[in-house]
DNA sequence: CCGACTCTACCCAGATTG
DNA sequence: GGCGCAATCTGGGTAGAG
């Protein structure tokens, strides 16, 4: 039978939008980086008729969809509504993977909630039953024997369905369809085998193992005949450990100034650091990412001897690899990494008796190098302080980052799309999201439906409401206050959502 | 002592995924 | 001409230890 579920919510992002803002049902919905080098994170149905898809830069869009909805997406409500369709998955099976915000693996023979074929589609259809009772959402559902044809079923399931494929029925399945489809062809592998004159799932089979390897290389190769025979033995895991934290910004105009690159690159540290220490750990190798004007990118890396969490430590071994990088023509991206993490509390110890060890080094051969040249020695290290210290130069053109308050005539300039989105916009003082829920002190619950020039328009309405009207306001109406969002199920017949304070404003 | 060899760790780019 | 962010994996290259 088929053991394994694959869960994928239809158009997340945007449809946890329209559930929440009822004059967004049925129109066109674009979530993504709304900055002048933004991408589509995800379009409503309504959006891709009109060719709009995921990774679509916003100009594009935009001329596309011109009149479609355009939003920040808001990772801390989306978040709210993936708890609890996980908390519903969990119901079904203790082993469940989480692949994103908005997909899951479950596998049904850990959890004795199915034992053949017409039971696992029941259960696959009370999941969608239970998910749309509690969410407001719709997702579909692909059951099979492994993970990659459960996933491709869902995929073919889409939107708001389920397709179930009997084991053993696999090749007949797979056989015709593009290699795209298989777990690891991207753009660059399809093109590869294309010009090998392999489009479909059997050309592969009927290739051999022995030419795929050839072809793509061992590891990929091997792997890759298994799928295309549709063999595919990988198993549903429950939690996986991160192997390293990394933070990176795009910013709304190219980086120039060395000394503000240095600045910028030392912040993202910060904030690499911090997420690191957030989830516990302490790592060993940093890694400096730059994408230059041209979109040319490189990575440099450096291992230290021990871990670390130190922001000092990260920031001197980021800023030490930024100096090995040519940045003439301009930076649009940096980024810093941690990898080889380690955890903290089993490695700590070890880590300061190796920074110790290390110290007293360096300090060894300072005093050798300054002994040997006489009183000279110790400059450059003066001069790498003193350019780390030297302030962020704030006038010198670009914006980018959290430093985007001053609007021109487009959106300013917040990193284009991410969680550091909704960070950003809680520091700059009152600047209203496009999307972001807030509360009117008269009018009640709504939501920013755009801001510029010193006035922010707020439509009113919420998830259980008719569709509202919209009112603007000054930027600084007291009135006006910024809001979680509300519940998106939870009144009408069925579970009344405890929570509910807030509901009956409007006169 | 030198060269060939294997192992391991590291570095970096590129591809893929959601 | 336009192309985000985070994470993972692989393959090829280099360097040092034995």
């Not at 449809?15 to 129109?27: I, T, Y």
């Not at 730059?290 to 001197?316: A, H, K, N, W």
Request: net charge negative; proline share 6%.
């Amino acid at each position: 039978m088929p053991t394994i579920l694959h869960l994928d919510m239809d158009a997340f992002f945007a449809a946890a939008e329209q559930a929440s803002k009822p004059s967004l049902r049925g129109k066109p919905v674009i979530v993504g980086g709304l900055g002048p080098r933004g991408v589509v994170a995800t379009a409503s149905y309504e959006a891709r008729r009109f060719g709009v898809h995921s990774a679509m830069p916003m100009g594009q869009a935009r001329r596309l969809a011109p009149n479609a909805a355009y939003l920040v997406p808001r990772f801390t409500f989306y978040r709210s509504i993936s708890e609890q369709v996980m908390e519903l998955l969990g119901r079904l099976s203790p082993l469940v993977e989480p692949l994103s915000l908005d997909e899951a693996f479950v596998d049904l023979e850990a959890g004795e909630v199915a034992d053949d074929s017409a039971s696992a589609r029941a259960a696959g259809e009370r999941l969608r039953i239970q998910i749309l009772a509690t969410t407001g959402l719709t997702g579909s559902v692909g059951l099979a024997g492994s993970k990659m044809i459960a996933k491709i079923a869902s995929e073919e399931a889409k939107p708001d369905g389920l397709v179930l494929i009997e084991p053993g029925t696999e090749r007949e399945f797979l056989g015709p369809r593009s290699v795209r489809i298989l777990p690891g062809v991207g753009p660059a592998t399809g093109e590869h085998l294309r010009r090998a004159g392999m489009t479909t799932v059997s050309d592969l089979a009927e290739a051999g193992e022995d030419e795929l390897v050839r072809l793509i290389g061992r590891a990929h190769g091997a792997s890759l005949y298994r799928m295309a025979q549709g063999y595919d033995d990988r198993p549903v895991v429950a939690e996986r450990d991160a192997k390293s934290v990394s933070v990176e910004d795009t910013f709304a105009v190219d980086l120039h100034d060395r000394v503000r690159i240095r600045a910028e690159v030392e912040r993202l540290a910060d904030r690499c650091v911090g997420r690191l220490r957030e989830s516990g750990h302490s790592g060993r190798t940093i890694v400096l990412k730059v994408r230059r004007y041209d979109f040319s990118t490189l990575t440099r890396s450096e291992t230290l001897r021990g871990p670390t969490d130190d922001p000092g430590v990260v920031r001197e071994a980021a800023g030490r690899l930024l100096e090995a990088v040519d940045t003439t023509g301009g930076v649009r991206l940096l980024g810093v990494a941690v990898s080889g993490l380690a955890d903290y509390t089993q490695e700590d110890l070890f880590a300061q008796a190796e920074a110790r060890e290390a110290e007293a080094e360096a300090a060894a051969r300072a005093e050798a190098l300054a002994e040997a040249r006489g009183a000279g020695a110790g400059a450059e290290d003066e001069e790498r302080d003193a350019r780390g210290e030297s302030s962020g130069a704030p006038g010198s053109g670009a914006v980018g980052g959290d430093a985007g308050g001053a609007s021109g005539g487009v959106s300013g300039g917040f990193p284009s799309l991410g969680g550091a989105a909704e960070e950003a916009a809680g520091k700059v003082e009152r600047e209203w999201m496009p999307g972001h829920d807030v509360r009117h002190a008269e009018y009640g619950p709504g939501w920013v439906q755009g801001s510029g020039v010193g006035r922010v328009t707020v439509r009113f309405e919420d998830p259980g409401s008719a569709p509202g009207r919209v009112r603007t306001f000054g930027v600084d109406d007291p009135d006006l206050i910024p809001a979680e969002p509300l519940p998106l199920v939870g009144r009408g017949p069925g579970v009344a959502q405890g929570t509910g304070q807030g509901t009956e404003e409007a006169g």
